[in-house]
T-cell receptor, first 114, second 109 residues
Framework: DSGVTQTPKHLITATGQRVTLRCSPR?????VYWYQQSLDQGLQFLIQ???????AKGNILERFSAQQFPDLHSELNLSSLELGDSALYFC?????????????FGPGTRLTVT | GENVEQHPSTLSVQEGDSAVIKCTYS??????FPWYKQELGKRPQLIID?????GEKKDQRIAVTLNKTAKHFSLHITETQPEDSAVYFC????????FGAGTRLTVKP
């Protein structure tokens, strides 16, 4: 157990809908990262927050957005969902602001868009 | 941005043999190189990492080497065991973490 929690574990929704994924980092970690992993694919970096502020942006679609709240939990919002958005979404946390440090992954949310 | 290539995509070895996975990166400013192991349906777990001021690091049966000049780094697993079977990801990082496409390692008993 990495100490990072994610909810829900599974999510099934229809195309065009909007969903929110939630992540709570390890105690004391200020950085949260979001990744997308499609079937049999690698990990695509989406976005990073550090202490409430956006710090780095990767291959995140305009239909996706995220935020980190004062209690440091983070939410990833996915809207106008398409079939291709079906994937495992992981969040990870680390204690430092830079990505050049160990990251601890949560168990993931499996999103299925039908 | 950073681009990380990983080879091979699949690797099958006999129990007890060694396994080597190689990665190259494009951004010479990258300074942190972790390796993650992901079992089926599970989260990626950090198994070893190396920073750019170090050429080699070892942890029991696992070692990582880094060649900054050539911009490549490798994961070495010795005395492989069936429980080493998983997908292994390399990554390179400076401002954000970029992952390789993964290597599916199968260790046959």
């Amino acid at each position: 157990d990495s100490g990072v929690t994610q909810t829900p574990k599974h999510l099934i929704t229809a195309t065009g809908q909007r969903v929110t994924l939630r992540c709570s980092p390890r105690s004391g970690d200020l950085s949260v990262y979001w990744y997308q992993q499609s079937l049999d694919q690698g990990l695509q970096f989406l976005i990073q927050y550090y202490n409430g502020e956006e710090r780095a942006k990767g291959n995140i679609l305009e239909r996706f957005s995220a935020q980190q709240f004062p209690d440091l939990h983070s939410e990833l919002n996915l809207s106008s969902l398409e079939l291709g958005d079906s994937a495992l979404y992981f969040c990870a946390s680390s204690p430092r602001p830079g990505a050049a440090s160990e990251q601890y992954f949560g168990p993931g949310t499996r999103l299925t868009v039908t | 941005g950073e681009n990380v290539e990983q080879h091979p995509s699949t690797l099958s070895v006999q129990e007890g043999d060694s396994a080597v996975i190689k990665c190259t990166y494009s951004d010479s400013a990258s300074n942190y190189f972790p390796w993650y192991k992901q079992e089926l349906g599970k989260r990626p777990q950090l198994i070893i990492d190396i920073r750019s001021n170090v050429g080699e690091k070892k942890d029991q049966r696992i070692a990582v080497t880094l060649n900054k000049t050539a911009k490549h780094f490798s994961l070495h697993i010795t005395e492989t065991q069936p429980e080493d079977s998983a997908v292994y990801f390399c990554a390179a990082s400076m401002n954000d973490m970029r992952f390789g496409a993964g290597t599916r390692l199968t260790v046959k008993p």
